[in-house]
């Protein structure tokens, strides 16, 4: 459209008039000054609002409390703090389930089929992890949430990926601390994933009721990279993939685990270990084990192992964390640095016992505060 067609008075008939075609004003806030003010004001709810949210079931302000407990900052940690004491009595009715095996046994396609069937029945479940592999290479293992596709889509359903930084410690913490906030969100039934390396499952172990682990037929135990102790800590062992041709292997697999499963103690839970085996993909056997599931914990609430095993986890995880804050506050002290760097040199040069070095330097952090 010709400038004299928008303006009037371009037209010949108003002489001496002329109105230049406009341009477009730049707003008087970026879109990233915009974005970055909503921000701002997006976390300024206050603790009754996160609390009120959780109570309520709002999935949004659930996930926002988690990452107030999993980040880093003094200011989002005081928050969250607040918001689990809160949260705290509205927690701890659920059963929570550890689920443990090597990459590729089938963990996701099998909290995929068990957790359809859960939630089916009208249940709500929360599916957490701990993946120790996210920290230190920076890659996870237990992948992303791209995994369980089908769950993901599910509104009785949530799905929460490992909290990436931190020590194992630290991870935990905040795993345990996001069972609380999901509980206290109406989530009666949570899943602990995590592979079958390093020391997570046996903290996984130390945050759950009961404690399942996924094997593979055909490979050797070494090859599945499970050790004895994680075996013994299994309240069930499911032989996965136990379909097509693999079918057979599955059953002797089972009967040679369930003999090795005989030759531990007796639980103090009175609970007698099973193996089944089931199909995650076919989702064969996986009411069978929730079955079991069911039975471990009518059998536990009634003989009173359920809640002290609870209560034992509490207390065991209040002084995991005194420890793991005493050896922060004493490697992160700018005059304990130093003085770690001089004694390491005199145990590096036999002038002086590693334990009397430990003993002086104990007893120097002592004096500073
Ligand atoms: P994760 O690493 O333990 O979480 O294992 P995934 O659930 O990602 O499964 C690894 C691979 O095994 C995928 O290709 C799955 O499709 C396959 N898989 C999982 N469960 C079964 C099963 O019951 N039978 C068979 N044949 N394949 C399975």
């Known amino acids: 459209m010709a400038n004299q067609d928008k303006h009037i008075e371009n037209s010949p008939e108003f002489k001496g008039l002329k109105v ?18 909503l921000q701002k ?16 079931g709002n999935i949004t302000l659930l996930s926002k409390a988690v990452t107030l ?21 509205h927690s701890g009715n659920s059963i929570r389930i550890g689920i443990t095996g090597v990459p590729g046994v089938g963990k996701s396609t099998f909290i995929e089929a068990l957790g359809s069937y859960i ?31 089908e769950l993901s889509g599910n509104k009785n359903a949530y799905i929460r990926p490992s909290p990436s930084a931190g020590s194992l410690g630290g991870v935990a913490r905040k795993t345990r601390e996001t069972i609380i906030l999901c509980e206290a969100a109406g989530f009666d039934h949570v899943f602990i994933e995590t592979v079958g390396v390093g020391q997570s499952e046996t903290a996984v172990h130390s945050m759950s009721d009961f404690f399942l682990l996924l094997m593979l037929a055909g490979a050797g135990d ?6 004895r102790g994680i075996m013994e800590m299994a309240d069930l062992i499911a032989i996965n993939k136990a379909d097509g041709s693999n079918r057979e292997k599955a059953q002797m697999a089972r009967v040679q685990y ?15 270990p099973e193996v089944l085996t089931c199909s995650a993909i076919s989702k064969t056997g996986v009411t069978e084990i929730w079955d079991k599931i069911e039975t471990y914990r009518n059998l536990t609430v009634e003989n009173g192992y359920f809640a002290r095993r609870r209560s034992a986890q509490s207390t065991f995880w209040m002084h995991e964390t005194i420890q793991e804050q005493l050896k922060q506050k004493f490697y992160n002290h700018p005059e304990m640095k130093g003085q770690i760097k001089d004694f390491e040199q005199l145990v590096l040069n036999n002038k002086m016992s590693s334990f009397v ?5 104990l007893e120097n952090y002592s004096k500073l505060k």
Not at 20 to 37: K, L, Q
Not at 119 to 138: C, F, H, Q, W, Y
Not at 222 to 227: M, N, T
Not at 258 to 272: E, I, V
Request: glycine share 8%.
């Open 41 to 56: 004001k997006r976390k300024l709810l206050s603790v009754d609002e996160y609390v009120d949210g959780i109570l309520s």
């Open 20 to 37: 230049n075609e406009g341009i477009a004003h730049p707003g008087a806030y970026s879109d990233n000054s915009v974005r970055r003010f």
């Open 357 to 361: 070095a430990a003993g002086k330097l």
């Open 222 to 227: 070494e090859l599945q990279g499970i050790k």
């Open 69 to 89: 407990v999993e980040s880093a900052k003094p200011e989002h940690m005081e928050i969250a703090q607040e918001i689990i004491v809160r949260c705290l009595p």
């Open 258 to 272: 369930r003999n090795a499963l005989h030759l531990f103690p007796q639980k103090d839970s009175g609970w007698d």
């Open 119 to 149: 939630t089916g029945r009208g249940n709500k479940l929360a599916v957490l992890a701990i993946d120790p592999s996210s920290e230190r290479s920076k890659g996870s293992i237990l992948g992303d949430k791209t995994r369980m596709e």
